[in-house]
């Protein structure tokens, strides 16, 4: 069996090469993701950056950790408490105490991504002066890097200020220092501390202090900014790659078994000769899946060996752009390519199972006849298992809605639910596609000549190759249009939440990350014309079932103004009931009557009572909850929402209130504007994970099409023949081919289109029930057409150069080839 496994792929190797291709980068990906994903298990910890030159850094609470049966709950907390002041007192009886602050700068011609620091914290990174001298004055200025020299005069939110002296960079920030009094009033809040004493004298100062913690040697890390963004890299690395790995086995499966499948169907005169001959079902089946065995074994190999070589390149792309940390590289590890090795042999005989039962399962009478006309294109297990994934996915669908509407708003699951509609529309495509190409075919069957008819004719009559070839754009258009169209509809019912929510007619935000002070709120109210409603962004914490510690954004704002200048999307109660002993909760909290009772922790950690004033729609998930000032201790103001009264003029108020940010520095934006300014943006990580997940699909679509053009073209040098026989030129031969292969295109995308549009459908029904005020469904039209005129191209470039390389043999001599 092996050795006629072997002859009949030396002879058809140009049938298998589709397969091996195919299957070989699939094993190859596997093995890049297998290998990233090993490589990023655990995190290395990070060293100190800020402080590694600090003895002893001390830290206010910036946690909060509730008791569970199952173990302590632990969140951050959204408003981090300073160390209290006897706290402090009592460590400057030790050594000398310096007080950190950090805070955002926005700064013309400088790095978007600015923080500033008091001057007396750079020494403990350590930064030092390459040119210049330290700031003496309020308007004075060190900064890293050389965007600017000493010298310089450069705007920033908070007034112009002049360069002083430039540190080189350290690469993990960009830093501007000031005076250490300009940073106390830029940014007053105190959070951390670096105490110059013994640790041990320090650790007993701080005792009974709860939340303070000390931190000396590498866990000075802690009180560096995010010291966690390395492991939240890496989990939204790894999901990428999961994605990618995901979508990778889905579609090479997919591939690997259509083309046997179509390669059995081909080979049907053969396996008639073979049964006619003696051989029996068994022998038959065990002759496809050796064939499918050996291009399995060769090609993952060949996979492994590609994939090792293609896994340092992907590390080092993801690394230098940003999605993983700089450090990440790969690691030695050997179980990827086991992984990949064994998943690759797997694919190839999943694939080829229902193709070899098919080979073996008919007489050898049937088979002969099956040779020249299909008189079944689509059998009955796949015709049930097609029926049984659409119903499947029809009734998890409509149980999702039912029950829990925001679960297909995930991301998760807008990439996971149109496998099973798509995988469905596949099975059943023998049947879904004729009919659709003989409708896009009907207009040109009705122009005069037979090239139309003959176009028709011939999509309608070779289903199984037209669903070969119409099964992979059908995967990747709707592929495309399910996830992308999903982001875009997301975003797009976001942007519409925050439209409807938005009353105001100007809104003001600060220049700098510390928020307006008093003084400028009441500059702000005292502008003749303005309501003014000054919001500031928190978080409250509550224990769902026992167990779960759940944290919601939450904005703070007094409740006549935030009635006055925002459109709350409430199903009960009033915004204006909103007081210091209530909240307003959305529907997605367990407890959400109005009325009742809620124990919450605010964002500084403190536990409170409070009563349901009003109660929200869910929405997309942003809506979040609402608090007075008074339960958002510490919050700076980061948003102040303007609305016009007594018919005031706009340009007047306007103006107004740019006078009264101009000191502390703010931007002031019409509602127009800071609504296209704040329209949510995909991240750049899910955004790579689209596109790497689209251009893997695409890709094993060319190489679908390709394969599959090619093994049809051997099959229909007779039928080319008669063509040019009846009279037909070559090129209108080749116009023919064409033709096909683009109707049938087209008719696979429109396929795809429709199981997208179902998708989106179910989202844009989600959005309906969770109360999105007129959700709509953004279709990525630009996408489609791209990926369809791909398609296209390849399918109509793959079927129109064997069909030209035939037609330089006379037509008689074609026609005694195949005799």
């Known amino acids: 069996?092996?050795?006629?496994?072997?002859?009949?792929?030396?002879?058809?190797?140009?049938?298998?090469?589709?397969?091996?291709?195919?299957?070989?980068?699939?094993?190859?990906?596997?093995?890049?993701?297998?290998?990233?994903?090993?490589s990023s298990a655990d995190?290395?910890?990070?060293?100190?950056?800020?402080?590694?030159?600090?003895?002893?850094?001390?830290?206010?609470?910036?946690?909060?950790?509730?008791?569970?049966?199952?173990?302590?709950?632990?969140?951050?907390?959204?408003?981090?408490?300073?160390?209290?002041?006897?706290?402090?007192?009592?460590?400057?009886?030790?050594?000398?105490?310096?007080?950190?602050?950090?805070?955002?700068?926005?700064?013309?011609?400088?790095?978007?991504?600015?923080v500033g620091h008091p001057w007396s914290t750079a020494a403990f990174a350590p930064y030092e002066l390459v040119a210049g001298r330290a700031p003496v004055a309020a308007d004075e200025v060190v900064v890293s890097g050389d965007w600017a020299r000493p010298g310089a005069r450069v705007r920033t939110g908070g007034g112009t200020v002049r360069v002083v002296g430039t540190v080189a960079g350290l690469g993990f920030e960009n830093a501007v220092f000031h005076t250490d009094a300009r940073a106390a009033r830029l940014s007053p809040r105190s959070l951390q501390l670096v105490v110059d004493a013994d640790a041990t004298a320090v650790r007993e100062a701080v005792r009974g202090a709860g939340g303070v913690t000390v931190l000396t040697g590498d866990a000075r890390r802690y009180a560096d900014a995010d010291p966690d963004r390395d492991a939240e890299a890496l989990t939204a690395m790894n999901a990428l790659f999961g994605t990618a790995g995901g979508v990778t086995g889905f579609v090479s499966v997919f591939v690997v078994a259509s083309t046997f499948a179509f390669s059995v169907?081909?080979?049907?005169?053969?396996?008639?000769?073979?049964?006619?001959?003696?051989?029996?079902?068994?022998?038959?089946?065990?002759?496809?899946?050796?064939?499918?065995?050996?291009?399995g074994v060769l090609a993952s190999?060949?996979?492994?060996?590609?994939?090792?070589?293609?896994?340092?390149?992907?590390?080092?792309?993801?690394?230098?752009?940003?999605?993983?940390?700089?450090?990440?590289?790969?690691?030695?590890?050997?179980?990827?390519?086991?992984?990949?090795?064994?998943?690759?042999?797997?694919?190839?005989?999943?694939?080829?199972?229902?193709?070899?039962?098919?080979?073996?399962?008919?007489?050898?009478?049937?088979?002969?006849?099956?040779?020249?006309?299909?008189?079944?294109?689509?059998?009955?297990?796949?015709?049930?298992?097609?029926?049984?994934?659409?119903?499947?996915?029809?009734?998890?669908?409509?149980?999702?809605?039912?029950?829990?509407?925001?679960?297909?708003?995930?991301?998760?699951?807008y990439i996971s639910r149109p496998m099973l509609l798509i995988t469905a529309a596949a099975l059943l495509a023998p049947v879904l596609i004729p009919p659709l190409a003989r409708l896009i075919a009907w207009l040109p069957a009705r122009l005069p000549g037979a090239g139309g008819t003959l176009v028709r004719e011939n999509a309608a009559a070779g289903a199984r190759r037209t669903a070969a070839v119409a099964?992979?754009?059908?995967?990747?258009?709707?592929?495309?249009?399910?996830?992308?169209?999903?982001?875009?509809?997301?975003?797009?019912?976001?942007?519409?939440?925050?439209?409807?929510?938005?009353?105001?007619?100007?809104?003001?935000?600060?220049?700098?990350?510390?928020?307006?002070?008093?003084?400028?709120?009441?500059?702000?109210?005292?502008?003749?014309?303005?309501?003014?409603?000054?919001?500031?962004?928190?978080?409250?914490?509550?224990?769902?079932?026992?167990?779960?510690?759940?944290?919601?954004?939450?904005?703070?704002?007094?409740?006549?103004?935030?009635?006055?200048?925002?459109?709350?999307?409430?199903?009960?109660?009033?915004?204006?009931?909103?007081?210091?002993?209530?909240?307003?909760?959305?529907?997605?909290?367990?407890?959400?009557?109005?009325?009742?009772?809620?124990?919450v922790w605010l964002g500084d950690g403190t536990r409170r009572s409070l009563r349901i004033a009003a109660v929200m729609a869910v929405g997309t998930g942003d809506n979040g909850v609402y608090v007075t000032p008074r339960n958002a201790p510490a919050a700076p103001v980061d948003r102040v929402d303007v609305r016009l009264t007594g018919g005031a003029d706009a340009d007047t108020v306007a103006a107004g209130l740019r006078r009264a940010v101009r000191a502390s520095g703010g931007e002031v934006l019409?509602?127009?504007?800071?609504?296209?300014?704040?329209?949510?943006?995909?991240?750049?990580?899910?955004?790579?994970?689209?596109?790497?997940?689209?251009?893997?699909?695409?890709?094993?679509?060319?190489?679908?099409?390709?394969?599959?053009?090619?093994?049809?073209?051997?099959?229909?040098?007779?039928?080319?023949?008669?063509?040019?026989?009846?009279?037909?030129?070559?090129?209108?031969?080749?116009?023919?081919?064409?033709?096909?292969a683009l109707t049938v295109v087209l008719a696979g995308g429109l396929l795809g289109a429709l199981v997208a549009g179902i998708d989106l459908a179910g989202m844009w029904g989600a959005l309906k029930l969770l109360g999105v005020p007129a959700p709509s469904v953004a279709v990525p039209w630009a996408e489609l057409a791209a990926v369809l005129g791909a398609c296209a191209a390849l399918a109509a470039l793959a079927a129109v150069v064997p069909a030209g390389l035939s037609l330089r043999r006379g037509a008689l001599e074609q026609a005694a080839v195949r005799e």
Request: hydrophobic share 50%.
């Open 43 to 114: 995190a290395p910890d990070r060293a100190p950056e800020r402080f590694a030159a600090a003895p002893v850094v001390v830290k206010g609470r910036d946690t909060l950790a509730v008791p569970t049966p199952i173990g302590d709950r632990v969140q951050r907390l959204a408003q981090p408490r300073p160390v209290p002041r006897d706290v402090v007192a009592r460590l400057r009886s030790l050594g000398t105490v310096v007080e950190d602050r950090s805070f955002a700068v926005r700064a013309e011609g400088g790095p978007a991504d600015l």
């Open 265 to 295: 169907a081909q080979r049907r005169r053969e396996f008639g000769l073979l049964r006619t001959a003696g051989a029996t079902p068994g022998q038959l089946r065990r002759l496809v899946v050796t064939e499918a065995l050996v291009v």
């Open 471 to 599: 099964a992979p754009v059908l995967v990747t258009v709707a592929l495309a249009g399910s996830l992308l169209g999903a982001t875009a509809t997301l975003g797009a019912a976001q942007a519409t939440e925050v439209r409807a929510r938005t009353a105001a007619d100007f809104l003001v935000t600060p220049a700098g990350g510390t928020g307006f002070d008093e003084a400028a709120l009441r500059r702000l109210r005292a502008v003749p014309g303005a309501e003014v409603s000054a919001s500031a962004s928190s978080a409250v914490y509550v224990l769902e079932d026992g167990v779960a510690l759940i944290r919601s954004d939450a904005r703070a704002a007094e409740p006549g103004p935030l009635a006055a200048t925002a459109r709350l999307p409430l199903t009960a109660g009033r915004a204006g009931d909103l007081d210091d002993d209530s909240i307003i909760v959305n529907e997605e909290w367990r407890t959400h009557t109005v009325g009742e009772r809620v124990d």
């Open 301 to 413: 190999a060949a996979g492994c060996l590609l994939g090792a070589r293609l896994a340092p390149k992907l590390a080092a792309w993801v690394a230098g752009e940003g999605l993983a940390p700089r450090w990440f590289t790969i690691g030695d590890h050997t179980w990827p390519y086991h992984l990949a090795f064994w998943t690759g042999l797997c694919v190839a005989l999943c694939g080829v199972l229902a193709a070899s039962w098919r080979a073996g399962r008919t007489g050898p009478a049937e088979a002969l006849r099956e040779a020249s006309a299909e008189t079944r294109p689509l059998t009955t297990g796949r015709l049930l298992a097609g029926a049984a994934l659409l119903a499947t996915a029809a009734v998890t669908l409509v149980l999702a809605l039912m029950s829990d509407p925001g679960e297909l708003l995930g991301r998760k699951t």
């Open 670 to 740: 019409s509602r127009d504007a800071w609504l296209r300014a704040a329209y949510p943006e995909t991240s750049r990580t899910t955004r790579a994970g689209l596109f790497l997940v689209l251009g893997i699909a695409l890709l094993y679509t060319g190489i679908s099409l390709v394969n599959t053009m090619i093994m049809a073209a051997s099959d229909r040098t007779r039928e080319l023949a008669a063509l040019r026989l009846a009279g037909a030129t070559g090129r209108q031969v080749l116009r023919l081919v064409g033709a096909e």
């Open 1 to 38: 069996m092996l050795t006629t496994a072997l002859r009949t792929l030396r002879t058809r190797w140009t049938t298998f090469t589709g397969s091996f291709v195919a299957l070989s980068l699939g094993v190859a990906l596997i093995t890049v993701m297998g290998l990233a994903l090993a």
